[in-house]
């Protein structure tokens, strides 16, 4: 992660100084101190939008969103900016990213032809199927079965990253007039991790280790690839 050039004390003194003054220069200094945040997250998430965007735009949507959590920062909560910060940053490049509309209904309509192949064939062979046998199946190449495969692999990605990071998910936490209910609210995020620990743990151990290796140590689909010795 990303850290700032700014003392914990020397962050929360212009932070104070900010939310008096409403200083845009102050603001201005406190981003700039902060820009590291969003070099971070251009770059780990690079392999979801460099085929839809260009950095500049990615990095532009992010500094954005670094002064909008500048602005709504509450210096007063016990919450480390940089985590608070990285969570809108991330969020932002997100949003832009789904925006684009960057999963075409050629590749969805693929994604479910090539689940409902797979399914049959595995059925049929007691096995997973090889690529050779999916293409011939579908009636394709292998090259046009890869380059849809790789398609599909970066539209579920930010799928799966759009869901953790966006609060708009089916696992939105209950509220009432006055505010969020604690109690419930601790229920639904201890149900959350459970689904989500579940659905991880139904993979194969193959699928465990892509989801380790991207999500947790943050490499390319190309290096998980080569770490893997499998095609991409």
Do not use: C
């Amino acid at each position: 992660m990303a850290v700032s050039t700014l003392t914990e004390e020397q962050s929360r003194e212009l932070f104070a100084r900010y939310k008096k003054t409403k200083d845009v220069k102050v603001r201005n200094d406190i981003v700039m101190a902060y820009s590291s945040l969003v070099r971070f997250a251009v770059i780990s998430t690079r392999n979801m939008y460099q085929k839809y965007a260009d950095a500049d735009d990615i990095t532009n949507e992010g500094m954005m969103a670094l002064m909008s959590a500048v602005e709504s920062f509450d210096i007063d909560k016990n919450v480390k900016f940089e985590t608070f910060a990285s969570i809108k940053i991330r969020g932002a490049i997100i949003d832009y990213i789904r925006k684009q509309d960057i999963i075409p209904r050629g590749v969805r309509r693929f994604a479910k032809e090539l689940d409902k192949t797979f399914s049959e064939l595995y059925s049929q062979f007691g096995r997973e199927p090889t690529n050779a046998e999916l293409a011939n199946a579908m009636g394709i190449s292998e090259e046009k079965l890869l380059k849809g495969m790789a398609q599909s692999a970066a539209a579920n990605s930010l799928s799966f990253e759009e869901m953790l990071e966006n609060g708009n998910t089916d696992f939105s936490e209950p509220k009432d007039e006055t505010g969020s209910w604690e109690a419930e609210r601790n229920l639904y995020r201890r149900e959350r991790s459970e689904v989500l620990a579940s659905a991880i743990d139904s993979l194969n151990e193959q699928q465990k280790t892509v989801i380790s290796l991207y999500y947790y140590e943050q490499l390319r689909f190309s290096d998980i690839a080569k770490v893997m010795d499998v095609s991409e």
